[in-house]
């Protein structure tokens, strides 16, 4: 079959002839790697239609409302699975047998511990310093334990960085808030499932005995299930690209971390707690709403609406049911609980929210199941950072696994003064 072409075409004359791709899902492709011997360079700040990268780890249609990881539908993995199983198929591409699952906890559970060096480094810290912060800066740190004899073009090396990432992640998340509290670092706990263990390195101290409850366990997993992966999102993109330069594979971690934590992405489970709080009351709702509506004020609701998704999300959909869940079994009164129920009903009927699309996200439920187990919100864009770990290095073993992978190079619309004179301060 010929190859399909887009003509691209200026004033009347014929520039390019550029070749169109098909993925197994999802729109067409033109491929304009050619265009710059044109004369031409594309102009899509914010990448709002640019594909940087071919993938074949996780698919959405935003408008479908559609997630799948390796041809998984997101809501069959959170409602069967459990996190390690979505980590080992994220990594190798498909769901693992009985015995391959076994053999991939063992080795996730071999590689829990941190360095003891790794442990001072948070000694560094001031006491109030955010935990994103000190979880930016420790994965990073992790490098220089990982470093020069690190082979990244070895395929079991790169596996390994991935399980010790996977397996050290919530230790440093715990470490991060133990320090903030002035706890001593509970160590991790081999004979419990992964989310079990990072709720007891959360919440257990030396002094007391502490039981994990299976239904806050079962959300925690759920919660790590749901941000495990989701394509080429900033922090994702970021990992990309500073790995496109052949860098150490924890150092591309810490900058995905830093991607992560701003409030248009993962800080806005953070954003939205900080928000209920300055509302403080279901009467000053109806205020709150109408500084989102209005055009001359920069508030926006936090945890409402997506970039991808533009009728529902459906990872908010089965966190909604798991919402719900956690705060019938825990029964908890919590004034800001309330608002943030009010505030779902409302977006969900008010015509500018219905309107423009703006659904209750993902982050808006997982940090309302935060807060009701007793997460504070500085700590859920780490949590959303550990969970989001084994998307990023799966993305990043892909990228080296491809032949003739390039550095990551936008190119510019530059709007500078140019040719300018310099005139020297002093003849030297
Ligand atoms: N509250 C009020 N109005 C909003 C909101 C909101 N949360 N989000 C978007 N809008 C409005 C915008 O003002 C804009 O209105 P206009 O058409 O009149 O100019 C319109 O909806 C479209 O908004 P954009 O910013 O163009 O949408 P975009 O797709 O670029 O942004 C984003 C998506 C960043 C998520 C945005 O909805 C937002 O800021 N939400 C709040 C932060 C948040 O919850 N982020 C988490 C994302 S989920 C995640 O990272 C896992």
Redesign the pocket.
């Known amino acids: 079959m010929a190859e399909t072409k887009a003509t691209l075409s200026i004033d009347g004359k014929v520039i390019a002839d550029l070749p169109i791709h098909s993925g197994s899902a999802g729109l067409d492709v033109i491929d304009i790697r050619t265009l710059g011997s044109h004369g031409y360079f594309t102009y899509d700040p ?1 990448f709002l239609a640019t594909a940087s990268c071919e993938s074949a780890i996780t698919y959405i249609d935003g408008d479908k409302g559609i997630l799948q990881h390796r041809g998984y539908a997101i809501d069959d993995l959170a409602k069967k699975a459990d996190y390690l199983e979505v980590c080992y198929i994220l990594l190798n591409g498909q769901a693992p047998t009985l015995e391959q699952y076994d053999e991939f906890k063992a080795t996730i559970n071999n590689h829990t511990m941190v360095h003891e060096k790794l442990v001072h480094f948070f000694h560094g810290f001031l006491p109030d310093a955010h935990p994103m912060a000190m979880v930016c800066a420790v994965v990073g740190a992790l490098s220089s334990f990982y470093h020069s004899d690190l082979d990244i073009d070895d395929p079991k090396q790169r596996m390994r960085s991935a399980h010790r990432l996977i397996a050290k992640m919530p230790t440093i998340a715990a470490m991060s808030y133990k320090y903030s509290i002035g706890q001593p670092f509970v160590y991790p706990r081999n004979d419990l499932s992964y989310a079990e263990n990072f709720l007891h390195m959360m919440f257990s101290v030396p002094a007391e005995k502490y039981i994990v409850n299976p239904t806050i366990a079962k959300a925690m997993d759920r919660i790590f299930t749901l ?1 495990a992966d ?1 394509e080429q ?1 900033a922090s994702t993109s970021t990992v990309r690209l500073a790995g496109s330069s052949g860098a150490n594979p924890y150092a591309c971690i810490a900058a995905g971390v830093a991607s992560l934590w701003g ?4 800080g ?1 489970n953070e ?2 707690l900080t928000m209920l709080e300055e509302i403080g009351t279901v009467d000053r709702i109806a205020e709150f709403v109408a500084k ?2 209005d ?1 001359n004020d920069p508030f ?8 991808v998704y533009k009728n529902f999300d459906p990872r908010a959909t089965v966190m909604r049911e798991t919402c719900h869940d956690v705060l019938k079994e825990l029964n908890i009164q919590d004034p800001l609980l309330d608002i943030a129920m009010e505030l779902e009903r409302i977006a969900l009927e008010d015509e ?2 219905v309107s ?1 699309k ?1 659904y209750p ?4 439920y997982s940090g309302i199941i935060l807060k009701a187990i007793g997460i504070p919100s500085s700590m859920f864009t780490v949590i ?1 950072a550990m969970s989001r770990t084994v998307g990023w290095i799966s993305h990043w073993d892909e990228m080296l696994s491809q032949p003739g992978q390039k550095i990551g190079r936008p190119r510019q619309k530059y709007t500078g003064e140019i040719d300018r004179e310099f005139v020297p301060l002093k003849v030297k």
């Not at 926006?300 to 970039?307: A, C, E, N, P």
């Not at 996200?361 to 808006?364: A, T």
């Open positions: 914010g941000h989701h999102n409030p248009a992405h993962g806005a954003a939205c989102a509506k055009k926006r609701l936090m945890g409402f609406g997506h970039r500018y929210f423009k703006l996200n993902v982050d808006f959303f």
